[in-house]
């Protein structure tokens, strides 16, 4: 096993300090500082759990709005070519319409809906509308009618004659610029990253051992799926409420598309029924925006299911090609390249092998190392976030790679994984500055072996084959150093006692609402269910970057923390002031300020009270947090499937996750964000992937035939370890969960499918019992 | 035109609403009775984010034609409880941590009370079962089994088929 304090920075000096750290951390209810904690590590109940168990709780369909109209959109039915012509004027005559709306009348601005800033050059190509055709269910008009059945009828009314072109659908094709989608061809910027001599060590190599993986485009299937209610008022001021994940991002789009100023545009953040990445951009809103432009009414658009799988995005699919280095029966090298699909649009594409290569080099400590990341454009559905952001893609493609080679080399999966593992505190060979913190993914590894018992033997049953399999991956903690990590908070405090947080950030779910509070109410020793959260609004809370790239516990708590212990502060102060004494003879206790002089105590409620009429000042402190830092959440899980041989079919029997979060906040809370993302994973490796045509239509966009896994599918026996070991720029030692969760999942059951047939060789996920049963009946 | 006045049974009251033939369920649940507590999650009957129940049986109220609710006895999420008073599987819910994003619960809840109805002691089997056409993207589904188990240990249901 690891030992627990080798390798820290600066190892003469803070040894000591961390072991002892990591001691008292073993208990859950103490802080680094020694002190006993109240609220951190407990797992309080989610923000507005009674109300979604009731089904109370308000998301925006459920909404109100007065005089509302409703929205639809006719969507291309071919993948690539050209609008000859359109006619909207029976349409526009039909009962109950007010607006039809095409690329004729409405902003031709040309921008990217995935920008950060006013000042983000980022390659831009989306339109509201187009009359060049660049996939499968773009959008080609819209109408706003009094009911949604008038708003459809009134789409079947719209003729559209259309020049089809061929689709470009593979990567290497599209790479090749053999059709081009745009003038300047398909390629998107490149990712090229190395360390080491690659050339000399593959030129020195014993043995050069090679794979492929295609995975696939999945989509992310919030249970809610895209609505938007826009309102173009008669100031000219346009609202705009939505479930996004980044309200601020949100503004400058909209405010680049219609040459709007910010003062001009207000995006507020809904209830959220799930994200996964897919809410981050511009999908509905511009559409939304033009049709209230017109009517001057609040106009609602809700996409069904098939508009949200085809007409939002879906994980990049990709194809990875790699090649390990090995010499002596040691791995020296591993070269990658990957396309990466990005379908018509860049968006925030081109920085996916970016953040993949942050990551890469965090795994495993080989003597060189490249990676070669070449994104491209075609004609499929729209790419873009989803949980994970590369890594999924990446590490199955290493993981499989890795099991390969010990097959190879005749050693055991988790030993041969431990070897190379970096270790806390190590330098990262990339970037130095970029630090690896206090990475434990060798923890994950050896003590999920453990709990899973990796070394006993597999269960043998007549007509079933088992096998065992597991994968490690990491993802990060926020978008330091490629972007400014910022985030805003403002605390008020009533003088009755009672606290508001104000926040950018908008929890996706998850519940980072209840965190952030027990943060805040840890410092302030105040209950974290009192503390009223005010929640994403352009207008009325301050800035976020957006809710991806995992920030919300690392960026968001590390700016709890700022704001709280500001608001400390000031109240130490005041009670000081109070006591005619100094800050640091004061104890703040819950709900009251006690002098430790003479033990005398003032009731906040008299203090703020005081403060306000004779001081003058009510107490609202604001902070920004910007991190500096991105360590890596790592994960080592462990799966043990059966494959019946009748038929090919795959049960999950056992599954085993441990996970390096740090500190566990809310424990509950880690372990749905683990649950959710074993789920993901499952149909990850097994079940999900959207299927196109040879023209590129989809054929599977409907939850009948594209199978998410069900509560009788999943494995019956789930069991997680959370390695707590705090990491130094972590608040309260915590590090993110939510992507990190899926990342390791498909190559753990990949592993466990090609230990059951015998050292069986995938380059395709999904994999389907089909594929199985072939190479079953092969053997 | 194409609308009929139709009478309906729902939670225990009884409610008329003047329907399209070929409005669904959820449609004439959400837009003409504001029953927002069910959801649209997909519109084919294949998410369970709108589940009610009819006649004793968790169904999906997205593909449910409403003028044929005519005459049954549906219960919706409104009727099951409220944060006021919420149902024994409610509170098991939030005390099992089985809520995330919230959007699928309404029907979690709902199949979930249809089962307690009809077998009040189900093993963890069978509740997984009962939820196979009720899709969470959050939660991997253990919470939602552990709350359903939390909510029959409490022995409610005996009593509530007594």
């Known amino acids: 096993m690891l030992n627990k304090c080798e390798n820290t920075p600066n190892a003469s000096s803070s ?113 509201i509308f187009s009359a060049t055709i660049r996939q499968y269910g773009q959008p080609i008009a819209a109408v706003a009618a009094d009911t949604v059945r008038q708003a459809d009828e009134a789409l079947k009314a719209i003729t559209v004659d259309y020049e089809q072109l061929e689709p470009i659908l593979d990567l290497e094709d599209a790479y090749s610029n053999r059709i081009k989608l745009y003038p300047e061809g398909n390629r998107l910027p490149e990712t090229l990253k190395e360390t080491g001599d690659l050339e000399q060590v593959f030129s020195q190599a014993d043995n050069i051992i090679e794979s492929k993986l295609d995975t696939p485009m999945i989509h992310h299937l919030s249970m809610e799926t895209h609505v938007c209610v826009a309102h173009w008022d008669n100031e000219d001021k346009l609202t705009v409420w939505c479930p996004h994940q980044g309200v601020f991002g949100a503004q400058i789009v ?187 993914s060798i923890d994950c590894l050896l003590e999920g072996a453990e709990a899973f018992s990796w070394q006993d033997e597999l269960p043998v049953e007549g007509g079933y084959l088992y096998g065992k399999g597991v994968g490690v991956g990491l993802h990060g903690n926020g978008v330091a150093p490629h972007a400014p990590d910022l985030t805003g908070m403002t605390l008020y405090l009533h003088e009755d006692g009672s606290y508001v947080l104000s926040t950018g950030i908008c929890d996706h779910g998850g519940g980072s609402y209840m965190l952030l509070a027990q943060i805040v109410g840890e410092i302030l020793k105040v209950k974290p269910e009192s503390i009223r959260i005010k929640k994403p609004d352009t207008e009325n809370t301050p800035y976020d970057l957006g809710a991806y790239g995992s920030r919300n516990t690392w960026v968001g708590g590390n700016c709890a923390v700022k704001v709280a212990n500001k608001m400390k502060d000031k109240l130490l102060q005041h009670a000081a002031w109070y006591f005619d004494t100094t800050p640091d003879q004061i104890e703040i206790t819950h709900g009251s300020f006690t002098n430790s002089i003479d033990s005398e105590t003032v009731s906040i409620r008299k203090l703020l009270n005081k403060v306000l009429y004779e001081k003058k000042e009510r107490l609202i402190v604001s902070e920004y947090f ?44 880690v372990e749905g964000q683990l649950e959710g993302g074993i789920q993901m994973g499952l149909g990850y490796a097994l079940s999900e992937e959207i299927l196109l045509d040879e023209q590129g239509v989809p054929t599977n966009a409907n939850l009948k035939r594209y199978h998410v896994f069900t509560a009788d599918e999943m494995p019956k026996a789930i069991e997680l370890k959370l390695i707590e070991k705090y990491e130094d720029y972590g608040p309260f030692g915590a590090k993110s969960i939510g992507e990190a969760a899926t990342v390791p999942v498909a190559s753990a059951i990949v592993n466990a499918i090609s230990n059951a047939l015998g050292g069986e060789v995938f380059e395709k996920i999904p994999i389907h019992k089909e594929e199985i049963l072939e190479r079953i009946n092969k053997r | 035109m194409d609308k009929k006045l139709v009478t309906l049974n729902i939670n225990g009251k009884s409610v008329q609403a003047n329907v399209h033939k070929k409005d669904t369920l959820l449609f004439v649940l959400r837009e003409e009775l504001g029953l927002k507590g069910a959801k649209y999650g997909c519109g084919t009957g294949d998410c369970g984010a709108c589940k009610v129940i009819i006649d004793g049986e968790a169904k999906n109220a997205c593909v449910t034609p409403a003028i044929r609710c005519e ?22 819910f939030v005390e099992t941590h089985a809520v995330q994003c919230g959007f699928c619960t309404p029907g979690m809840v709902v199949s979930a009370k249809a089962l307690l109805d009809r077998n009040s002691k189900p093993t963890r089997e069978e509740i997984r079962e009962a939820l196979k056409n009720n899709i969470c993207r959050c939660t991997g589904y253990e919470k939602i089994v552990d709350a359903i188990e939390l909510a029959a240990s409490k022995e409610v249901f005996d009593a509530e088929q007594m």
């Open chain 1, 254 to 440: 909209l405010s680049k598309i219609f040459q709007k100023p910010y003062a001009d545009i207000r995006v507020i953040r809904t209830l959220m029924g799930g994200a996964f990445g897919v809410k981050v951009g511009i999908i509905a809103e511009p559409i939304c925006a033009e049709l209230s432009r017109l009517t001057k009414r609040p106009v609602k658009i809700r996409f069904d299911r098939k508009e949200s799988m085809i007409g939002s995005w879906t994980r990049h699919s990709a194809r990875l090609y790699l090649r390990a280095a090995i010499k002596d029966g040691r791995i020296t090298g591993l070269d990658i390249s990957e396309y990466l699909n990005s379908g018509p649009h860049c968006g925030g594409t081109h920085f996916i092998p970016v953040a993949q290569a942050g990551k890469l080099f965090k795994l495993y400590k080989f003597d060189a190392m490249r990676f070669h990341g070449m994104p491209v454009l075609t004609n499929t559905p729209l790419q873009g976030a989803m949980r994970g952001f590369g890594s999924p893609q990446l590490f199955t493609a290493i993981e499989l790679l890795i099991d390969k080679i010990a097959r190879e080399l005749n050693e055991d999966p988790v030993q041969i994984r431990e070897q190379y593992l970096f270790k806390p505190y190590d330098e990262n060979p990339l970037s130095p500055e970029d630090v690896m913190g206090n990475c434990r």
């Open chain 1, 15 to 127: 040894t000591s300090a961390t072991c002892y750290q990591e001691q008292l951390l073993q208990d859950l209810e103490v802080s680094p500082s020694g002190e006993k904690l109240d609220y951190v590590g407990r797992s309080h109940k989610i923000d507005l759990g009674w109300q979604k168990a009731t089904g109370e709780a308000v998301y925006l369909d459920d909404m109100e709005f007065h005089n509302l109209l409703h929205g639809r959109i006719l969507r291309s039915n071919i993948a690539h070519g050209k609008i000859k012509s359109i006619d909207t004027s029976e349409a526009e005559k039909m009962p109950g319409v007010h607006a039809v709306v095409t690329y004729k009348n409405t902003s031709q601005v040309v921008f990217n809906g995935l920008v950060r800033s006013i000042d983000d050059d980022w390659p831009a190509t989306e339109q």
């Open chain 1, 626 to 669: 910007s991190s500096q830092q991105n360590a890596g959440s790592y994960g080592a899980h462990f799966a043990l499937v059966r494959i019946e041989k009748a038929s090919g079919k795959v049960e999950v029997v056992r599954y085993l996750a441990a996970a390096d979060v740090g500190k566990a906040i809310n424990p509950k809370l």
């Open chain 2, 71 to 92: 005459g049954k006895i549906i219960t919706t999420i409104e009727g099951i409880g409220n944060t006021e008073n919420p149902h024994p599987i409610q509170e098991a």
